[in-house]
């Protein structure tokens, strides 16, 4: 394919032209959960409830891999920048024995201690059966999973986000209309419940990861992979983990949160907990454009790192948060106007739309912030400084959410929404804290 350098032309269109394949694929990975839990559904309450349960499991190794990932994006951009495409190789070459090593331990686990894993939440054992089912498949899956994600990050790192779009939308589209038949055992296909809808998603991860693959190793995107004089590198591996394991800490940290803020969100009721989903569904589909623009962000700047153009590097950042800021404003106007309509599209239940309407409105302050975060985080992340986002996190989380979460609802009498606005409180906080790092420049001088 043409190859095209990021690192000069147009800022700004580079930028537009490398993020909008980012969000699609974001978009369409993110339906593959919602693809599965429509149709499980309709099987049941033990089948919806142990299939939500063990999907926060599956989140969890997720970002793992996805954290341990961003070594390898983070080396790749960087040697890409620098014009080095032999080393950017030898990068992803290692990558590939991390990702076997990975997948055959998680396999493992997934097959002999699934039903373990379930009883920790001490369910109903129809519940457990059906989540430790899901669970155990969608383990073995990783391997199909983490191939996948490895030559998409592997391309976009290069500089090609469109060539994964295209395979990513083709394999959902396998998945959602393979899902339903090994469910329900339509036409030739047996009955499989739950395992059905596991084993739709690991198909068309596995179909899509194979086509991934065989395009880098056939050259079809701008790094060829080749396996030629595969030599184990530890140094290269050591420094790919150092980079990803703070992020991939990051990403569990950030599940493990979700799961604190609904400990104190229970307590208000049902109708405080089905509010508080409705407005996270909506927050998903908010934060499309900061992730596209945000990881597109990261990886043009530290290609430009490699290149040592900082000066453009750090511009790059910025055009991307005033960009995301001003997105971020229109739908924060709409939301504001229209929070009771789009409420409505998920629930007819008028206590509800007016709860989480609420909780929608108060979410705007952190709208405002997300994106100007997201940007910052993606292009520290991107560069190889990923252990400041843990901090950051981690005491903003520990030190300003959860005393907030527990002291606004009583001391300043604001009941549930005071749950919501020590989430806000948090980001805020957050914002202000990657501004003044990022604005010190130390993020342009990382050695990885």
């Keep these: 394919m043409p190859e095209k350098d990021l690192t000069k032309g147009s800022i700004i269109g580079n930028l537009w032209s490398f993020s909008w394949p980012i969000t699609v694929s974001t978009t369409v990975m993110l ?45 790749v951009a960087r040697f890409v920048g620098a014009g080095d495409k032999k080393q950017a190789n030898l990068v992803a070459q290692q990558a590939l024995v991390i990702s076997a090593v990975l997948s055959i331990i998680l396999a493992i686990i997934g097959e002999l201690f699934a039903t373990q894993i379930m009883s920790i939440w ?37 500089g ?4 994964p779009m295209r395979i990513i939308v083709g394999e959902r589209i396998l998945h959602i209309v393979l899902c339903p038949f090994l469910i329900f ?23 899509g990861g194979a086509i991934l693959l065989w395009l880098l190793f056939q050259g079809k995107s701008l790094l060829k992979l080749s396996l030629r004089n595969f030599k184990f590198d530890t140094g290269i591996i050591w420094r790919m983990v150092k980079i990803g394991i703070p992020s991939a800490l990051g990403g569990i940290h950030l599940n493990i949160g979700s799961i604190v803020f609904m400990y104190f969100i229970s307590p208000f009721g049902t109708l405080a907990v089905d509010g508080h989903n409705i407005v996270s ?9 900061a992730i596209g623009l945000g990881s597109a962000a990261g990886i043009l700047a530290a290609q430009n790192i490699g290149a040592k153009q900082y000066d ?14 001003g997105i971020m404003a229109i739908f924060s106007v709409i939301i504001w106007f229209f929070a009771g309509n789009i409420i409505g599209t998920f629930t007819s239940d008028p206590d509800l739309i007016e709860l989480a ?39 903003t989380m520990w030190g300003i959410r959860v005393p907030l979460a527990i002291l606004l609802p009583k001391l300043a009498g604001l009941g549930v929404y005071g749950v919501r606005w020590a989430l806000v409180a948090d980001t805020v906080s957050s914002a202000v804290i990657f501004i003044i790092y990022f604005r010190s420049g130390r993020w342009k001088r990382k050695k990885i």
Aim: hydrophobic share 55%; charged share 10%.
């Design 122 to 158: 001490q369910l109903a054992p129809d519940v457990i059966t059906a989540g430790a089912t899901y669970m155990r498949i969608e383990l073995i899956g990783i391997f199909t999973m983490s191939f996948g994600s490895l030559a998409q990050s592997v391309m976009q790192a290069s």
């Design 357 to 395: 309407s609420t909780f929608l409105k108060i979410q705007i302050a952190s709208y405002m912030c997300n994106g100007l975060m997201f940007v910052m985080m993606n292009v520290m992340n991107s560069v190889g400084d990923t252990l400041i986002s843990f901090i950051i996190d981690l005491v």
């Design 185 to 207: 055992g339509w036409w030739i296909f047996p009955r499989m419940g739950v395992s059905g809808a596991a084993l739709s998603g690991v198909i068309a991860q596995g179909i």
């Design 31 to 75: 339906m593959g959960p919602i693809i599965d839990m429509i149709w499980i559904g309709k099987l049941g309450l033990a089948e919806i409830g142990g299939v939500g349960v063990s999907g926060i499991i599956v989140s969890l190794i997720n970002a793992l891999i996805m954290g341990l990932f961003t070594g390898l994006r983070a080396m």
């Design 312 to 325: 453009r590097s750090a511009k790059t950042a910025w055009i991307s948060i005033g960009w995301l800021t």
């Design 281 to 289: 569904r909506v927050d998903m589909f908010v934060m499309l454009p």
């Design 160 to 163: 090609d986000s469109k060539t």
